[in-house]
């Protein structure tokens, strides 16, 4: 709010007029402009105007953007994204490729974008099919060939001809599954048509009943980049310098593409991921999540492979929770299996396999995987879970309440798995612990607690996720209590899904008193969490109180 003697009249309007001027939103910001001085104005109450002061900003930032104009004007961007879907009737447009078959799955406008931008997705999707195709492992390129002459619109030739290929390309798409899926060969052709660039995708197999699960049933495919009022369908919804981007395919049978629900979303992810990735061109961004840093792709694919044929069926079958097994099936194999094949990199090959507890197990799945996979540990939990009696009696699992101040652990390696309150206190557990050489850890941060136990808060700046911040404050952690952090962006079906790894470094004294300092404010205002099964017996004594309340 802003005030003013009423003597003066009514300068809202011109207050937020001034502003949007001198201070305007981030994405309309001119990223050569300096906003400092007009922000000790504008923007003096701003609680996270401190952070954006610091020397630590750019540190601090989401781990997929350090750029926070650029950041703000993709997502603003992400939000103008209105596709239409014609997955409910058939209707085909007039492409000025050579056939006039093509239904129009979906498309969607997109704002001040190039032909490069398209051009450029494309290419890397080209590359790599895995990216779009999740059931592919590799794309093998065994032809690429390109015109010169048409790759320069302005070229005499282009302005002669209405229709050529630019770019062609012959690939193979290897599955993961080598043994139970066969690979598919594939032409893949860059026209250019008049205000037009399309990616056809033609699969090439002998028959097409052998074209595999993972690739549409189509006699081809096609992404399209359209320029404004180009094509014969609602051309009167384009406006400025608005461009279409569409899917369309050439059926091998009228309707086949959308026959089911699954069909209609892939077509609906594949749209959304041509307008993003086309809008992230647009504005220069490039991720910065990197897969398969610490341990790499073959290494964990192979393991995954052999865990799920080995566990996933029998326990999706008999899980006796409530919670969903196909989620924490899958996601517990696809930990385990990553956390092995970090072990073997990790551990010396004279030594034995190394030992671990688990911290806050949950389930308990984890432990159990790595018991019957040959590695010895147990679990720690505040509740038993009913799905606990299920594992046999070589699988150690405990119910208990941690203390994390007092507690130490006589193992090489300490897991922390959403472990929520424990998770700040493992590398300080980890740093106390008499393990012969100190045991490292491999945490999996979930929800955001600091050393009391209680939930955390960040100011957040566009482009940031309260959860990159508070791995950032984990790492920052175990650093300061002397361990070697590294970070991997895991492959399981869940959003918090960064694994924090700490092995010790060489001075493993040298930060005895911040550990000394943690402890003592541990002990002074870590408050363990109340058992559910407590909360639950509270919840039924407060019921019957109220039942015998209302009957007196």
């Known amino acids: 709010m802003t005030y003013n003697p009423l003597s003066e009249g009514d300068k809202r309007e011109e207050y937020y007029a001034d502003k949007r001027i001198k201070f305007p939103p981030l994405s309309e910001r001119d990223p050569s402009k300096d906003?400092?001085?007009?922000?000790?104005?504008?923007?003096?109450?701003?609680?996270?105007?401190?952070?954006?002061?610091?020397?630590?900003?750019?540190?601090?930032?989401?781990?997929?953007?350090?750029?926070?104009?650029?950041?703000?004007?993709?997502?603003?961007?992400?939000?103008?994204?209105?596709?239409?879907?014609?997955?409910?009737?058939?209707?085909?447009?007039?492409?000025?490729?050579?056939?006039?078959?093509?239904?129009?799955?979906?498309?969607?406008?997109?704002?001040?974008?190039e032909d490069s931008h398209f051009l450029s997705v494309m290419d890397k999707w080209i590359r790599e099919a895995e990216l779009i195709i999740p059931p592919i492992k590799n794309t093998e390129i065994v032809e690429d060939t390109s015109s010169s002459n048409h790759n320069d619109p302005h070229s005499d030739v282009n302005r002669s001809a209405t229709n050529y290929v630019i770019r062609h390309v012959c690939r193979v798409l290897v599955p993961k599954r080598k043994n139970k899926d066969p690979t598919i060969r594939e032409h893949v052709d860059i026209v250019r048509t008049n205000n037009a660039i399309f990616a056809r995708f033609i699969p090439q197999p002998a028959d097409t009943m052998e074209i595999p699960f993972y690739y549409p049933r189509v006699h081809e495919f096609a992404f399209g980049y359209?320029?404004?009022?180009?094509?014969?369908?609602?051309?009167?919804?384009?406006?400025?310098?608005s461009c279409k981007l569409i899917i369309v395919a050439r059926e091998l049978d009228t309707g086949s593409t959308t026959v089911t629900s699954k069909h209609c979303m892939i077509w609906k992810d594949l749209i959304k991921r041509l307008y993003k990735w086309t809008a992230t061109e647009r504005f220069g961004y490039q991720k910065r999540v990197l897969h398969d840093v610490i341990v790499g792709y073959d290494a964990y694919t192979a393991k995954y492979q052999e865990l799920k044929a080995k566990y996933a069926l029998h326990w999706v079958e008999n899980?006796?929770?409530?919670?969903?097994?196909?989620?924490?099936?899958?996601?517990?194999?696809?930990?385990?299996?990553?956390?092995?094949?970090?072990?073997?990199?990790?551990?010396?090959?004279?030594?034995?396999?190394?030992?671990?507890?688990?911290?806050?197990?949950?389930?308990?799945?984890?432990?159990?995987?790595?018991?019957?996979?040959?590695?010895?540990?147990?679990?720690?939990?505040?509740?038993?879970?009913?799905?606990?009696?299920?594992?046999?009696?070589?699988?150690?699992?405990?119910?208990?309440?941690?203390?994390?101040?007092?507690?130490?652990?006589?193992?090489?390696?300490?897991?922390?798995?959403?472990?929520?309150?424990?998770?700040?206190?493992?590398?300080?557990?980890?740093?106390?612990?008499?393990?012969?050489?100190?045991?490292?850890?491999?945490?999996?941060?979930?929800?955001?607690?600091?050393?009391?136990?209680?939930?955390?808060?960040?100011?957040?700046?566009?482009?940031?996720?309260?959860?990159?911040?508070?791995?950032?404050?984990?790492?920052?952690?175990?650093?300061?209590?002397?361990f070697e952090v590294e970070k991997e962006y895991l492959r399981i079906p869940s959003t918090k899904n960064v694994a924090i790894v700490g092995t010790f470094g060489t001075d493993t004294n040298a930060n005895s008193l911040f550990v000394d300092n943690l402890l003592q404010t541990g002990a002074q205002e870590f408050i363990a969490r109340v058992p559910d099964s407590v909360k639950n017996e509270m919840r039924l004594e407060k019921a019957r109180e109220r039942a015998k309340a209302l009957a007196d």
């Open 319 to 482: 899980w006796p929770e409530q919670t969903d097994p196909r989620k924490f099936v899958y996601e517990d194999i696809a930990i385990a299996s990553w956390i092995i094949c970090l072990w073997q990199q990790k551990q010396d090959p004279q030594k034995q396999r190394p030992t671990f507890v688990d911290l806050g197990c949950g389930n308990g799945l984890l432990v159990h995987l790595l018991n019957s996979e040959g590695f010895s540990g147990y679990g720690i939990d505040q509740c038993s879970r009913k799905v606990w009696s299920n594992f046999g009696e070589d699988t150690v699992l405990r119910a208990q309440t941690l203390i994390p101040y007092e507690f130490t652990v006589d193992v090489d390696w300490i897991i922390g798995n959403h472990a929520d309150e424990l998770v700040p206190w493992i590398p300080v557990i980890a740093t106390r612990s008499s393990s012969a050489s100190r045991p490292g850890f491999i945490v999996i941060p979930c929800c955001p607690h600091d050393l009391s136990g209680s939930k955390m808060s960040f100011p957040v700046m566009p482009g940031q996720s309260k959860y990159h911040l508070y791995v950032n404050y984990i790492v920052d952690l175990a650093s300061k209590c002397g």
């Open 226 to 241: 359209i320029e404004s009022g180009s094509m014969d369908s609602d051309d009167k919804n384009h406006h400025g310098s």
């Open 35 to 113: 906003y400092t001085e007009a922000a000790k104005t504008y923007n003096f109450a701003n609680p996270i105007l401190h952070l954006m002061q610091s020397e630590n900003y750019e540190s601090q930032l989401g781990a997929e953007a350090t750029d926070t104009h650029t950041e703000a004007l993709r997502l603003a961007s992400f939000a103008k994204f209105k596709p239409t879907y014609y997955h409910d009737e058939l209707k085909y447009v007039s492409t000025g490729l050579d056939s006039n078959d093509w239904r129009i799955l979906a498309e969607a406008e997109i704002e001040d974008s």
